[in-house]
């Protein structure tokens, strides 16, 4: 039961009527209360203020503020405050009304002292309840805020090793060929920039760019000895090297977490004509990540010293890539490729020297 610290619980009796008041007050203390009074609801305001009042007993007809009109603004300064009304025979209205401004219950008088200790003891056991009930709810919200956050925490903790396990993969994979070192990465970086520049939510650009972290990841199962072949692959050799989008969106498959990131994958070779695998999907129908990868891919290998070819400058791979705008690529991505491009005048990658060394 809510107290003051000396476990002494307080109770204020407001009545305009000085006999009732005493007659109030002293039963009260009888029963180990510590009693204030109040002639009228203005002075039941100030007590209300200055002590720590568990109960209010309360008349309802008052010269000045009415109980009526003293329920609410008591509770406004008391809001755990336990009220109960002293009503005469034929004012059953008013009772309601202060029952439905928050009064907790009500007696009629004449008042049977018996009576009165009993619905004191009610109240101050629903209070009680009702307090008890609003920590209770109060600490499992906070509760479940915690646990959730943390989780969320945890989750998201887990998904970045993932992903980071499987960049390693990814990594180990294009450090044995230097023609690919850095290849992901750069593509990473360029498709988030031409994600940003043709208005993808910053959300959707971070998945662009652990798409492009990712996008060759089925390269693993490809033969080394078609993955190191330096001149033309054969119609068969061409044919294995394209599962590598279907492996690689079957070993990203598992982790739900990657969402859209997994048909980015799978649809890098997509092309917008409809003529690039594994699907055939044309236009719109590619996601728009995977039509991004596509063209920083394309960009990347240009751009980059291969063994079968010299790089080309930033200006000349756009040319060549402007050729490709409406069958290859899509048109909405070159654009905003060469805008990039041409903004930057030159594209600083993180690693142009892998194929230097050798
Ligand atoms: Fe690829």
């Not at 309802?60 to 025979?89: C, F, H, K, N, W």
Request: glycine share 8%; with cysteine.
């Amino acid at each position: 039961m809510a107290a003051d610290s000396s476990g002494t619980v307080q109770v204020l009796v407001v009545d305009d009527e000085e006999p009732i008041r005493n007659a109030l007050k002293k039963f009260l203390a009888q029963q180990q209360f510590e009693v204030y009074a109040a002639g009228s609801g203005e002075e039941a305001l100030q007590q209300l203020r200055r002590h720590r009042i568990s109960l209010m007993l309360c008349d309802i007809r008052m010269p000045g503020t009415s109980g009526v009109d003293l329920v609410p603004q008591a509770i406004e300064i008391e809001p755990e405050l336990a009220i109960l009304m002293l009503t005469a025979v034929n004012d059953a209205t008013s009772a309601a009304l202060c029952m439905q401004r928050g009064a907790m219950d009500y007696l009629t008088k004449p008042i049977e002292l018996a009576d009165l200790g009993r619905a004191v003891q009610r109240a101050l056991k629903r209070r009680e309840m009702l307090l008890e009930n609003r920590h209770l709810n109060q600490w499992l919200k906070e509760e479940v805020t915690t646990r959730t956050a943390e989780l969320h925490r945890e989750r998201q903790k887990l998904e970045r090793i993932s992903v980071a396990t499987l960049e390693a993969l990814v990594n180990a994979l294009e450090a044995k060929d230097p023609y690919m070192r850095g290849h992901s990465a750069r593509v990473a970086d360029l498709s988030a920039t031409i994600a940003h520049q043709v208005g993808l939510s910053d959300e959707e650009v971070e998945q662009v760019r652990v798409a492009g972290r990712l996008h060759d990841i089925g390269k693993i199962g490809t033969r080394e000895a078609v993955l190191n072949k330096e001149g033309a692959l054969t119609p068969d050799e061409f044919e294995h090297v394209k599962q590598h989008v279907l492996i690689g969106s079957q070993i990203l498959a598992p982790l739900v977490h990657l969402g859209d990131i997994i048909s980015a994958v799978r649809g890098h070779h997509e092309r917008w004509d409809g003529t690039g695998y594994p699907d055939g999907l044309r236009g719109e129908q590619i996601p728009m990540a995977a039509r991004i990868l596509g063209a920083a891919e394309v960009y990347d290998a240009l751009s980059t010293s291969r063994a079968y070819q010299e790089k080309l400058t930033p200006e000349q791979a756009i040319q060549r890539l402007a050729d490709l705008s409406g069958t290859v690529i899509d048109p909405t991505v070159y654009d905003a490729l060469a805008t990039i491009v041409g903004r930057r005048g030159t594209l600083v990658f993180l690693d142009e020297g892998g194929g230097a060394a050798t």
